[in-house]
């Protein structure tokens, strides 16, 4: 369902289901109970300026009855955000692909405080594209390779890419060496991964088959730590954080896995010690052969 506002300053509008019927005279009553959150009075206001609009794009009123509109769109207000101070760096970019090097500590898509502080925001910005769209997802913590469709016509062709697992993505991980350490390289590991609703960490079911798959190669190590290349043939939430805190080697720095810690702001001098890599596919447009490589480094791989 296409939004009748356009993108503004990055960022695409909100669309919200409301009711056909229940105990409320009005869409804006709806409103005010379902964001009780919020002040009342400020999101009425919002009303009166025109600001929540229906698929037409037409202004609703603080008056407009329950059950005349099912979906309503409208901007969201943008937090106060702190700035993060890394840049995204171009790759490659023509009329169909964007590829950029991602810092850490950025996100991907706007996501709770981060706004305007997103990957796909800052991009849009830049070009002045609203039709730009993330093919994949990196989490925040995450640097390196990400792919946007630049337009609408042949984003699907690349999706499918994904979809497919017809793209091989490389990524590189550093973990602290355990005192004890004997595994040998290369290993493969699957795992049965479950995201919750509502949890921030996946969870491995041991009793069911498996659902994830990661080829651990050894690069480098030290007496302090192992640095890896990891080949996933799944792409499953955390996945690779989950892999190697299964055989005893988390990432650096990883607050999530092996152990969730309590939220601290970011340290910008510890970043997650995970790089994604390299990006290789047959393009499927031209047909031909494409190969991306990050020139990001982890700071903590062995010199």
Known sequence: MRS????????????LHVPMSGPWPTVSAYMVERFFHLDPERLL??????????????????????????????????????EIPFDLEIV????????????????????????????????RRDFDNPDLT???????????????????QTRGAYQMLFQDRAIEKVYEAVSARPAD???SFPQTVRLHIEKFRGQVCVVVDPE???????????????DHVIHTLLRPHTGKMHQLRVHLASIGIG?????????????????????????????RFVDP??????????RRTLQYAPR
């Not at 009329?95 to 800052?122: E, M």
């Not at 447009?285 to 990050?294: A, D, I, N």
């Open 285 to 294: 447009l031209s047909g031909r052969p494409r190969e991306f490589v990050t």
């Open 4 to 15: 009748p506002l356009p993108v503004r300053d990055g960022v695409g509008a909100t669309r």
């Open 92 to 123: 490659h970019h023509d009329d169909d692909l964007l590829v950029v090097d991602k810092p850490h500590f950025l996100p991907t898509t706007p996501a709770g405080k981060y706004v305007q502080n997103s990957a796909l925001v800052r991009l």
């Open 134 to 152: 993330p093919i994949h997802r990196l989490d925040r913590a995450t640097a390196g390779l990400l792919m946007f469709s630049t337009r609408p």
């Open 45 to 82: 206001r919002r009303f009166d300026r025109g600001e929540i609009v229906a698929f037409d794009g037409s202004a609703l009123t603080r008056e407009t009855p329950l059950g005349v509109e099912e979906f309503v769109w409208y901007y969201r207000e943008p937090p106060v955000e702190v």
């Open 251 to 279: 990432i650096l720095h990883d607050n999530l896995y092996p152990v969730l810690t309590d939220e601290q702001p970011d340290d910008h001098d510890r970043p997650l010690q995970l790089l994604a890599r390299e990006l």
């Open 181 to 183: 350490w004997t595994r």
């Open 208 to 222: 069911r088959e498996p659902n994830s798959e990661t080829l651990i190669e050894l690069i480098d190590q030290s």
